[in-house]
């Protein structure tokens, strides 16, 4: 008898034992859950503007040709609804006012460049008889003091010419990468402006004298 009691107190405690100490299985849901990711925002807006800037900075004009190519891809694949030709003509303009301001550019220094050296040659010739005669035509010019002055003036100019060309090549990059980035920028559709008018108190000597203004609230 004492030992089947000592039995059956031995079983209970085993089993008191084992229920105070379950396992504990990992929740596979949770599991799961914890391994799934979002997708992954991509910004098109930042990967477009690089590709137009880099292009734009390899070939002036590479970076409008490519925002058109995106226009056009965008058109075939129908995110873009409607063929959009007002867009296809502003790029392309804007194509067009790249180069041709750049070929102006680009004669109008040389024509200055041209100018500048024949009056150098005159003045070297005029300082160093000895040397051979440059034959520029400028004979007529008595006084050196003037061939000097036009000689400055065409150097400056061209000096002037190069610094419009740079900033021609900058302006062109930045127009690409500007318009690849607008192209992917969404407003929403709760942006909302409100213009009222106001007054603003300006404070004096004598006390505040009220000046009409306007008040702008955006409602994002």
Do not use: W
């Amino acid at each position: 008898m004492r030992s089947l009691l000592i039995v059956i107190v031995c079983l209970l405690t085993f089993a008191t034992a084992k229920a105070q100490d379950p396992v504990k299985k990992p929740s596979t849901t949770d599991s799961k859950l914890d391994t799934l990711e979002g997708p992954k925002y991509i910004n098109k807006g930042k990967i477009a503007g690089r590709k137009a800037f880099h292009r734009s900075l390899m070939f002036p004009g590479l970076g409008q040709i490519y925002n058109y190519q995106l226009e056009v891809a965008d058109i075939k694949s129908g995110e873009q609804s409607g063929k959009r030709v007002g867009q296809k003509i502003y790029i392309l303009g804007k194509l067009a006012a790249i180069y041709a301001g750049g070929t102006i550019l680009v004669i109008s220094y040389g024509d200055n460049r041209t100018e500048y050296k024949r009056f150098l040659a005159e003045l070297q010739y005029r300082a160093d008889p000895t040397l051979p005669n440059p034959n520029t035509g400028l004979a007529g010019y008595t006084n050196v003091e003037q061939l000097t002055i036009a000689k400055n003036i065409y150097k400056r100019n061209s000096q002037v010419v190069l610094i419009s060309l740079v900033g021609l090549y900058g302006v062109a990059a930045l127009d690409a990468y500007v318009a690849a980035r607008l192209k992917y920028f969404n407003v929403d559709e709760s942006l909302a402006f409100k213009i009222s008018p106001s007054v603003i108190n300006s404070s004096t000597m004598y006390g505040f004298v009220p000046a009409p203004a306007l008040k702008l609230t955006l409602k994002l």
